[in-house]
């Protein structure tokens, strides 16, 4: 059954309308930060100008907020995944009955409001420093990175553990019975297979960290991140700043997302040349038997 030419148009206006209703906001973003009026215009286009882009550089709490994002995020990083490997494992060698609960523990920090999370990571952690005498932990960067942390570890298991389901058991047997210790089998076969998913992991703990506000406005005390700042220059009124801010997010993500798929169709690449050079050398081999 083919599509007659009123659902042909219909699809395509319908295809218009979502990449207009999803880009179309960037695009705005993106031309305000290069108009010259002080507050964020795309039409009409008075003149343009890269000198916003200089500003958001010379601002000082703009810059100490994204080294302080940033921070947040690589520690965040540091700690969700290795987590979340163990996390996943665990699910996978605990006893069948016993999964339902401990994925239902596990995954009960994401479907915790972020306010309740923060709040309740201060409110712990204050208490225990109070007790131990130790103001280590009572610092607004690590009790945002415990925070982020609690339920960010969670997405990351969940990565993982879908990438761990089709994993072949039968090669960690096969490398015990050859001889190799259970530290060797998973830093040679498991980790290896387990590359992808750790990496996606990681970036996806980072951006969820690097755009949490709601468990960060109460975690981050006095320090500040991109996002309180951002917050707080909202209220009080937006201006280009902020346009060009986003316009370098995306576009590094972008470049991000390009350069991901290149590698990633150039190993792909690889791959089938190291299939087909394999199927050749077994087809040689084959014929070079000779037939009886």
Request: proline content about 5%; hydrophobic content about 50%.
């Amino acid at each position: 059954m083919t599509a007659g030419p009123f659902q042909r148009v219909m699809f395509a206006l319908y295809i218009a309308i979502f990449f207009v209703y999803l880009l179309g906001p960037l695009v705005v973003m993106a031309v305000s930060a290069f108009n010259t009026p002080e507050y964020p215009q795309v039409w009409p286009i008075e003149g343009f100008t890269t000198g916003w882009f200089g500003k958001l550089f010379a601002d000082r709490d703009m810059m100490e907020g994204f080294r302080t994002s940033l921070l947040i995020g690589f520690l965040v990083v540091c700690i969700s995944v290795p987590i979340g490997l163990a996390g996943a494992i665990v699910m996978t060698q605990i006893a069948p009955l016993a999964r339902s609960f401990y994925y239902l523990v596990v995954v009960s920090p994401v479907l915790t409001p972020g306010i309740i999370i923060g709040i309740s990571t201060v409110v712990f952690w204050r208490e225990l420093t109070t007790v131990t005498s130790t103001k280590f932990f009572y610092d607004g960067v690590i009790l945002t990175v415990l925070g982020h942390a609690s339920f960010i570890s969670a997405y990351c298991m969940l990565i993982i553990l879908a990438r761990l389901q089709r994993f072949d058991r039968s090669q960690e047997e096969a490398a015990l019975d050859l001889g190799a210790s259970y530290p060797q089998v998973f830093r040679h076969i498991l980790l290896p297979f387990l590359k992808p998913a750790l990496f996606s992991a990681a970036v996806l703990a980072f951006l969820s960290s690097f755009e949490n506000y709601n468990t960060t406005t109460f975690a981050i005390l006095s320090d500040k991140t991109l996002t309180t700042v951002l917050a707080g220059r909202v209220r009080q009124g937006s201006t280009p700043t902020i346009s060009a801010l986003a316009t370098i997010i995306v576009a590094v993500t972008l470049c991000a997302a390009l350069a991901y798929e290149l590698i990633k169709r150039r190993e792909d690449q690889r791959g089938r040349a190291r299939r087909a050079e394999a199927a050749r050398a077994e087809e040689a081999e084959l014929a070079s038997i000779p037939a009886e």
